[in-house]
């Protein structure tokens, strides 16, 4: 898939890679991470992954030794496995100081394992693999934002309607998953997350009862694009808030959920201080759930869910791409005032971007956009984008419009 679907970090690893001794590329398993660093082997460069039991096993019994090479770089697939490989690249590339010379992939977050007492400060770079967006999957550049920031955005040729972005959406972005339909394709994310669960999970923190686990991870999909609430997400399980902080950070550390943090830079007294939880891939939140299309189609609450989670997944993926440029909030106050998503560049200026699953638009659906950049946004330089399932680019007062979905990919 990766050969045909060029990846977004590509030339910012490469970038990393000659200018930084370690790369550490993470992201969620399955997600193209080992396809992509092998994409970058050449005959200066040399691949070990620790998946492989016995490259594991002499990892763990000479980290030292494993880490020496003869190559311009070394590549360690699955490094979360081995974490006493950390002190030994530590050494290594203090003693020799050449950019490049490990590029490290993980699909756990490293400084949440354990055994890692070593976190490279300095000496690494970090870049994030997500699933496979609907940008590469079409072979565009990771332009909207940019775009929405200079006023250019533009309306799409092709027109996605409701029904397609709920295709989309419900297929997600995992490479082999996308070749895969209907009932394999369910088949295909409930065998992963079970894996997931008896095998990495365990690296991270002490599991007593995987049927919890299992429950956890369905009851969170169904939070997909709602506000944290420990309280209430653990009330129909037997378990400990202590316990279930634990299992929700851990699921978080490999990359299946995610939080969104809120836009606090205001001395406004009722902003909100809660964060948004996603799933990192739509389509694993709907087999998760046991969705189907037309559950979707005619649920309004349904189909808000799972766009608003897939425009959380693309646009998260896009703001990786630019590499610093950009930060990602919300906001929501105590007068329930919300705005899906705040997009902050690094000079201060801001977008607003809500999430529609339908087509039909009116002023009402400005509201909270105008709000915010007539009363909080003060200097800044604002715009509000509505993202929704129409045709057309429409404006609804200054630097206020609609925008289609397909937007997103040009």
Same mark, same amino acid.
């Given at each position: 898939m990766n050969d045909k679907y060029p990846r977004w970090q590509k030339e910012n690893i490469q970038e990393a890679m000659s200018t930084r001794r370690v790369l550490l590329l993470s992201g969620v398993r399955q997600c193209g991470k080992t396809t992509l660093a092998k994409e970058l082997v050449d005959e200066d460069t040399e691949y070990r992954t620790l998946d492989d039991l016995t490259l594991k096993q002499a990892a763990e019994n000479d980290p030292h030794g494993f880490v020496k090479h003869s190559k311009r770089t070394l590549i360690i697939d699955e490094v979360q496995r081995v974490p006493d490989l950390l002190p030994a690249?530590?050494? =290594?590339?203090?003693?020799?100081?050449? =950019?490049?010379?490990?590029? *490290?992939? /993980?699909?756990?977050?490293?400084? =949440? *394992?354990? /055994? =890692?007492q070593e976190s490279l400060a300095g000496r690494i770079s970090k870049l994030r693999l997500r699933p496979l967006t609907q940008g590469e999957l079409q072979k565009t550049a990771p332009h909207f934002i940019d775009r929405a920031f200079s006023g250019a955005l533009e309306t799409p040729a092709t027109h996605r309607d409701k029904d397609t972005l709920i295709e989309m959406a419900g297929a997600g972005g995992f490479p082999e998953a996308l070749l895969l339909d209907g009932r394999r394709r369910k088949r295909w994310h409930i065998d992963y997350i079970n894996a997931i669960l008896e095998r990495d999970l365990r690296d991270i923190t002490r599991i007593h009862r995987l049927n919890q686990m299992q429950e956890l991870v369905r009851i969170l999909a169904?939070?997909?694009?709602?506000f944290m609430n420990a309280t209430q997400i653990g009330s129909t399980l037997s378990l400990k808030n202590q316990a279930l902080n634990a299992y929700i950070n851990a699921l978080e550390s490999l990359y299946l959920i995610e939080r969104v943090k809120p836009w606090t830079r205001t001395d406004y007294d009722r902003v909100g201080k809660q964060e948004k939880l996603f799933m990192t891939d739509s389509g694993l939140m709907t087999s998760l759930l046991g969705w189907h299309m037309d559950q979707i189609r005619f649920d309004t609450d349904r189909a808000g869910k799972l766009i608003e989670t897939f425009a959380f997944n693309e646009l998260a993926a896009q703001i990786d791409a630019a590499d610093g440029l950009y930060e990602l909030w919300h906001y929501r106050d105590r007068q329930q005032r919300e705005i899906d998503f705040l997009i902050e560049r690094d000079d201060g200026a801001m977008i607003g971007v809500e999430i529609k699953s339908g087509s039909n638009i009116g002023a009402k659906d400005f509201k909270h956009l105008k709000w915010f950049k007539n009363t909080l946004a003060g200097d800044r330089s604002?715009?509000?984008? *509505?993202l929704y399932s129409g045709e057309h680019i429409a404006s609804f007062g200054e630097n206020m419009h609609a925008v289609p979905f397909g937007s997103l990919w040009m």
């Open positions: 690249i530590k050494k =290594a590339v203090d003693d020799d100081t050449r =950019a490049g010379q490990y590029l *490290l992939t /993980g699909s756990t977050n490293i400084q =949440a *394992l354990p /055994g =890692a169904a939070w997909s694009s709602k604002f715009s509000g984008i *509505l």
